[in-house]
DNA sequence: TTCGTCTATCGTCGATAGGCGATTGATGCG
DNA sequence: CGCATCAATCGCCTATCGACGATAGACGAA
C-alpha cells in the first residue's frame, strides 16, 4: 500500500526547508530533549523556529513532549517512511538500495558534519 | 558523506507537489517514452505540467531525452539517493535501516499514522 | 502571589510558487 | 513550402511561504 499523492507531497513539504533540515539534523545528534536551543543553534528567530517546528509536528516527523518549563522534540522517523517507500519503489530492481553508511546507522563516525 | 542541507531541501522540494509526485508514478509505471501523455493524465494546463518537468528537471530526479517531435523522458533515481540516505540516518539504531529483504519498499513499521 | 523563562500564536510584510492563456520554436508530414 | 503538432517560454495574477516583532499562555521558582 503506498500512501496518496498529497500525503507524499506533504511528507516532502516538511523536509523542503535548509532549516527544517538542520533542525532534523539536530534532534538527531541530540541524545535527549532539546528545546530553545534550537533558536540559537539555528540564528533564526524564536518565532521562526516555533513556526518550523509546528510544521514539523504537524507532519508528524517530530513529536513535541512537555517536559516541565521545556519541551521534549524528539523524531518520530517512521513518519517518513512512506517517502522513503516511495523512493525506493522509484529506483529500478538492479539499483542499488541503501547507501553503504546509511546502512549501519548504530553508530557516528567523525566525519559528520 | 552527506549532502548539504540547502541540497536535500531542494530534492524534497521537488517532491513537495501533488502533482509533480503523480509525474514521477507515471513515469514509473510507463515502460517507454511519454511525453505530452502527461498533460491529459494530469488534468492540468500544458504549460503547467511543462513547468512541473521542469522542475523535477532541475533537480535532476528526471532526465528529458529528444526524440524526433517528442521528448522522451526518464526517470534518474539517483539523484534521490541523497536524500533517501538522509532518511535513512534518521532512524534511530534501535532499528536496523536496511536488511537484505527490508530494501524493498516494505520497509515500514507497524507504527505508521 | 509575583516574577522570570520558555513556547505558541498573531499580524504583517516581501518573496516565491503555482496556475493559466497566449505565444514562440522545433519537428515531421502532406 | 505550408501546415499541424508538441514542448518550452512569457506575462500576468493569486495563493502560499518564510521571516520578523510583539503579544499571550503555561510553568516553576522565589
Known amino acids: 500500500m503506498q500512501a496518496t499523492d498529497p500525503t507524499l507531497a506533504d511528507l516532502a513539504?516538511?523536509?523542503?526547508?535548509?532549516?527544517?533540515?538542520r533542525i532534523l539534523r539536530l534532534l538527531q545528534a541530540t541524545p535527549g530533549c532539546i528545546g530553545g536551543d534550537i533558536v540559537g543553534?539555528?540564528?533564526?528567530?524564536?518565532?521562526?523556529?516555533?513556526?518550523h517546528l509546528r510544521i514539523l509536528k504537524a507532519a508528524g516527523v517530530i513529536t513535541g513532549e512537555i517536559a516541565g518549563p521545556r519541551i521534549c522534540y524528539?523524531?518520530?522517523?517512521?513518519?517518513?517512511?512512506?517517502?522513503?517507500?516511495?523512493?525506493?519503489?522509484?529506483?529500478p530492481a538492479d539499483g542499488p538500495c541503501c547507501l553503504p553508511q546509511a546502512c549501519a546507522p548504530s553508530h557516528r563516525k567523525s566525519s559528520e558534519s
Do not use: D, Y
Open 41 to 51: 543553534a539555528l540564528g533564526l528567530a524564536q518565532s521562526t523556529v516555533s513556526e
Open 13 to 21: 513539504r516538511a523536509l523542503s526547508h535548509p532549516a527544517r533540515v
Open 74 to 91: 524528539a523524531l518520530n522517523p517512521a513518519a517518513l517512511a512512506p517517502l522513503a517507500a516511495f523512493i525506493a519503489a522509484l529506483e
